[in-house]
C-alpha cells in the first residue's frame, strides 16, 4: 500500500503538474493574442475543434457550458514564462549546436597538429641516418618490410577508417641503436639490425610492424620525459602506467592486425618467444611488459585467433 509520505509526494507531484500544463496553456494563448491581429469583437482562436476556443477580445476561454475569463495577472505571467522558457530553450539549442561544432574542430586540430609534427620529426630522423649512409640501405630488407607493410595497413584502416587518408611511408636504417617505431599518420621506421638479430620470419616479422602501427592507430602518445630535478613520483609512476597499457595494447592490436592480413597466429606469437630469448634474465624495463609474460599471453591470444578464425 502507498504510505503517507508517498501519497503526498504524488499529490504534489500531481498538482504541479497541472499547474505547469495551466501555465502552459495560458501562456500559448496570450502568445497567440500577440500573433495574431484578432481586432474588436468576439472572434475567437479553436483550440480543440468546436468543444473549445478562446476569445481574444474578451480574454475568456469558451467551452460548451459557458465562459471563463482569464485573469489579467495570470494572463500576463503565464506569456512571460512561456516566453523566457522558449529563449531557454532556444539559447540551450544555440549553445549545444556551437558547443558540438567547436568541440568537434577542437578535437581535429591537435589530431593534425600531432601528424604534422610528427611528419616534420620523421623527415629529420630520415635526413640523419641519409646523411651517414643508413637509410634504406638493405635493398631486400627494404622491399620485404613494405611488403608486409602493406597488408597490415590495409588492416589497419578496416579498425580506423580515417588511417586509409594518412600518408603513410615505410623505411629502415641499418643504424644499430634503432629498433622499430611508427609515428602518428604511419610514419614508420624498422633497424635493419633488430630484424637480423632476432632472425625474424616473416610472420615475426609482421607481428613487430603491426605492434608498432598499432600504437599509431590507436592514438598513443608518450610525454616528453622530464628533467630529473623535475621529477615528480606520483607522476613517474603514472606515465609508467600508462606507457605499460599502451604496450599491452598494441600487443593485442597489432596481433589482431597482423592475423586479419594473414599471417598464421603461431607465427605472431614466436615473434614473443623469439624476443624472450634475447632478454637478460633480471632485467627491468618499465615502460614494457616483461617477455615473459608476453610470451604466456601471445600464446593465449593465438589460441584464442585460431579458434575465432578471419
Known sequence: MENEEESTHRKINTGTGLALVGVGVVGVLWIAERLFSLGDGPQAIPLVGKFLAFDAAARTIVTPSGKYEVPEGAYFAAGIFLYILMLGVGVSLISW??????????????????????????????????????????AALLGRTRRISAGLIIAAADVRAETAAWSWEVHMTSDASTGAFCMAGGK?????????????????????????????VAGHRREIPRME??????????????????????????????????????????????????????????????????????????????????
Do not use: C
Request: aromatic residues 8%; charged residues 25%.
Open 97 to 138: 549546436i556551437f558547443a558540438a561544432f567547436f568541440s568537434a574542430a577542437a578535437l581535429a586540430q591537435p589530431a593534425d597538429a600531432l601528424r604534422n609534427e610528427a611528419a616534420a620529426q620523421y623527415r629529420r630522423i630520415l635526413a640523419g641516418f641519409s646523411a651517414r649512409g643508413k637509410l634504406d640501405d638493405d
Open 188 to 216: 614508420v621506421l624498422v633497424g635493419g639490425e633488430l630484424v637480423k638479430r632476432l632472425g625474424l620470419s616473416d610472420g615475426e616479422l609482421a607481428m613487430l610492424l603491426g605492434h608498432e602501427i598499432a600504437h599509431a
Open 229 to 310: 630535478m623535475e621529477s615528480d613520483p606520483a607522476e613517474d609512476i603514472r606515465q609508467i602506467e600508462i606507457a605499460l597499457m599502451q604496450e599491452r595494447e598494441a600487443d593485442e592490436i597489432g596481433m589482431r592486425l597482423a592475423y586479419r592480413a594473414g599471417w598464421p597466429a603461431s607465427s605472431l606469437a614466436s615473434f614473443y618467444e623469439k624476443l624472450a630469448a634475447q632478454e637478460i634474465p633480471g632485467t627491468f624495463n618499465s615502460s614494457h611488459p616483461s617477455a615473459a609474460s608476453r610470451v604466456t599471453w601471445a600464446r593465449a591470444m593465438a589460441r584464442e585467433l585460431d579458434q575465432q578464425g578471419r
